[in-house]
């Protein structure tokens, strides 16, 4: 009898309970995987808390796609810099929301340039279950939101975003731009934190349900003080976020632009397919995005992936140092890890 055929015998009769904090080992890779089932990853600090909404799920049995869209809810309700409706807004002073959703049978849904809805990554999930279509922006996308019953909020800014905002404008300072060249614009600036490490831009979150099925999420309001209409990675199926329920998942955050370029969430999975761990796979990603520079400095331009493959395995890598994700697996496993990164 096959390992995995042993396992599977194992693992039904010690239980459902047992997966949530067991180990899983899979002869179906050429590793010796020791993953763990159910698990959820997310993307920096704001990751422990969008954890736990998505471990409420995981936890009962639940379905990944379900887990993937409470967890980022929990990030775009907190007051955040770069999830949400309180988050920093436009150069016109409006914020605008992107966010995608991706479920085990590679159905996936996503909203882009949305502006006055509160959970940007539902309205992705309606896109994605009541329409033929993968993307909605803009008029439209609000339109479809209010369709679907949810709220047209009053689109004031938030305390903190305002305050943001009008120091920002006293130099309008903008130079945004993917070119080394460029890289010390102040488009990074409001991810900077004062110990020079970044603060998070973008809620992405994979998981991997005790049925073996793996989903994402990701939801941002994009680069702060971004020229009105700019788009970043997060909506991008293939760029921001993508599953493949055959290998696993990958998630993204930091300089969109950069990750558009590679199709970098694609690329990772990809890679997990080729048989790599998923750390090996992001840091092989990240190393793509810095070869494109042939050699260009790049230490101002963050980019960070997380990943999980089947079996529960997971990792994360970044361009420069800050880069942290969150790990939960167990009820008293909700740990924030400092992914290794390429440029010391
Ligand atoms: N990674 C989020 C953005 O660039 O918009």
Not at 22 to 40: D, W, Y
Request: glycine content about 12%; overall charge neutral.
């Amino acid at each position: 009898m096959s390992l995995h055929r042993r396992q599977m015998i194992q693992l039904g009769t010690l239980g459902l309970s047992s997966l949530f904090a067991g180990k899983v080992f899979s002869a179906g890779t050429k590793r010796l995987a020791t993953g763990h089932k159910p698990i959820v990853i997310s993307t920096w600090d704001a990751g422990i808390n969008a954890n736990k909404g998505a471990w409420n799920v995981l936890r009962n049995g639940g379905r990944a796609l379900d887990a993937v869209e409470q967890g980022v809810m929990v990030t775009e309700n907190e007051q955040s810099c770069c999830v949400g409706l309180g988050a920093n807004p436009d150069r016109d002073g409006f914020v605008t929301l992107d966010a995608s959703i991706m479920d085990e049978n590679g159905n996936c849904g996503s909203v882009a340039f949305l502006e006055r809805i509160k959970h940007p990554i539902s309205v992705a999930r309606r896109v994605m279950e009541k329409t033929p279509h993968v993307m909605l922006a803009g008029v439209g996308a609000q339109q479809f939101a209010v369709e679907q019953g949810f709220t047209l909020e009053d689109g004031k800014l938030s305390d903190d975003a305002k305050k943001a905002y009008e120091e920002w404008l006293k130099k309008s300072e903008y130079k945004p731009s993917a070119n080394i060249e460029n890289s010390k614009s102040t488009s990074f600036a409001p991810l900077r934190l004062p110990n020079g490490g970044f603060n998070h831009d973008t809620i992405g979150m994979v998981a991997l349900d005790a049925h073996g099925n793996v989903s994402g999420s990701c939801t941002t309001s994009g680069m702060a003080f971004k020229v009105r209409g700019r788009v970043g990675d997060s909506p991008i199926i293939g760029a921001g976020l993508f599953v493949d329920n055959e290998v696993g998942a990958a998630t993204a955050t930091g300089l969109g632009e950069e990750v558009i370029k590679v199709c970098g969430t694609h690329l990772v999975v990809e890679y997990m397919a080729q048989g790599m761990h998923p750390e090996e796979a992001c840091k092989k990603a990240v190393e793509k995005i810095i070869r494109r520079h042939k050699g260009g400095d790049m230490k101002d331009v963050q980019v960070g992936f997380i990943a999980i493959n089947k079996q529960g395995e997971y990792g994360g890598y970044g361009i420069v140092k800050g880069f942290n994700y969150a790990v939960c697996y167990a009820d008293d496993h909700n740990e924030l890890i400092y992914a290794k990164y390429a440029l010391p």
